[in-house]
C-alpha cells in the first residue's frame, strides 16, 4: 500500500538552526506533493507544494522543499528558524494527476524552537 | 483565499446520541469534500471522500453507517456521528477541493467531539 514517512516524530532547535525534515513516499508513479503546518490550536495550512517542473520548490515564510524522485523524497527546509515556526508539520502525497484525489499524510513532525 | 469553516467547533454529547458536524465552504464550489480524524499527537487519517450530489467513498475500516456523510450541496457538507460512544471521541476536520482553489485541499478548522 501507498505510504508516506516523517522521519523524525520531534525536533528541537534553537532559533536560527537550520531545518531540515525528511519526507519519503512509496509510489512509483506520478504524485503531487505538499507540505502543510499545522499551528497550535489552528488549522492546517499549506506552506508549499510540487506538481511539476523545477524540483525546488518555495513556500511561505522561507521554507522551501527538494522533490528528489530517484530518491522519493521530498524534504522541507529552512535555512533559519524561528520560535514562530514551532509547530507540526505534515507531509503528504496525492497519487496521479487526479487533481481532486486524496492525500496520503505522513506522521507529522513535531517542531520546537527554543528562543 | 479560499476558506473553509466548521460547526460546531466543539461539542461534547452522550454516549448513544448522534451529532452531526458541518462543513462548509464560504467562497467558492467545493466539488469534493473530505473527512478525517485525526488523533493527539497522531497524523490525519482520512475517513472519507464525497463528491456534491453522489454517496461518500470510505475508506477501508471505516463503519459507513455509523459516520453518516452527505454532500447535498456544493457549498455544505455534513458528517453525523450515529450513537456515539466515548471512543469515537477525536478531532474531525473536513477539508474540500473545488473551482477557483487550483485543485489544493483547503482545511476546515476541524470539531472537537467528547463523547461521555
Known amino acids: 500500500a501507498q505510504s508516506v514517512s516523517q522521519h523524525n516524530h520531534h525536533v528541537i532547535l534553537s532559533e536560527a538552526a537550520s531545518l531540515e525534515l525528511g519526507c519519503n513516499y512509496s509510489?512509483?508513479?506520478?504524485?503531487?506533493l505538499f507540505w502543510y503546518v499545522q499551528y497550535p490550536g489552528q488549522h492546517l495550512q499549506l506552506l508549499l507544494k510540487?506538481?511539476?517542473?523545477?524540483?525546488l520548490v518555495k513556500g511561505i515564510k522561507g521554507f522551501e522543499a527538494e522533490f528528489i524522485k530517484s530518491k522519493f523524497s521530498f524534504n522541507l527546509r529552512k535555512p533559519s528558524v524561528q520560535w514562530s515556526d514551532t509547530a507540526e508539520y505534515f507531509c503528504a502525497v496525492r497519487l496521479g494527476n487526479n487533481q481532486g484525489g486524496k492525500l496520503i499524510f505522513g506522521q507529522g513532525t513535531e517542531l520546537s524552537v527554543k528562543p | 483565499g479560499a476558506v473553509v469553516s466548521q460547526h460546531p467547533s466543539w461539542v461534547i454529547c452522550k454516549s448513544g446520541t448522534s451529532v452531526k458536524i458541518e462543513c462548509r465552504s464560504l467562497?467558492?464550489?467545493?466539488?469534493?469534500m473530505f473527512w478525517y480524524r485525526q488523533f493527539p499527537k497522531q497524523s490525519l487519517m482520512l475517513m472519507a471522500t464525497s463528491n456534491e450530489g453522489s454517496k461518500a467513498t470510505y475508506e477501508q475500516g471505516v463503519e459507513k453507517d455509523k459516520f453518516l456523510i452527505n454532500h447535498a450541496s456544493l457549498t455544505l457538507s455534513t458528517l453525523t456521528v450515529t450513537s456515539a460512544h466515548p471512543e469515537d471521541s477525536s478531532f474531525y476536520i473536513c477539508?474540500?477541493?473545488?473551482?477557483?482553489?487550483?485543485?489544493?485541499?483547503?482545511f476546515g478548522p476541524g470539531t472537537r467531539l467528547t463523547v461521555t
Open positions: 467562497d467558492f464550489q467545493a466539488t469534493t
Open positions: 509510489y512509483g508513479g506520478t504524485v503531487n
Open positions: 510540487y506538481f511539476s517542473g523545477d524540483p
Open positions: 477539508s474540500a477541493v473545488g473551482t477557483g482553489t487550483t485543485y489544493e485541499q483547503y
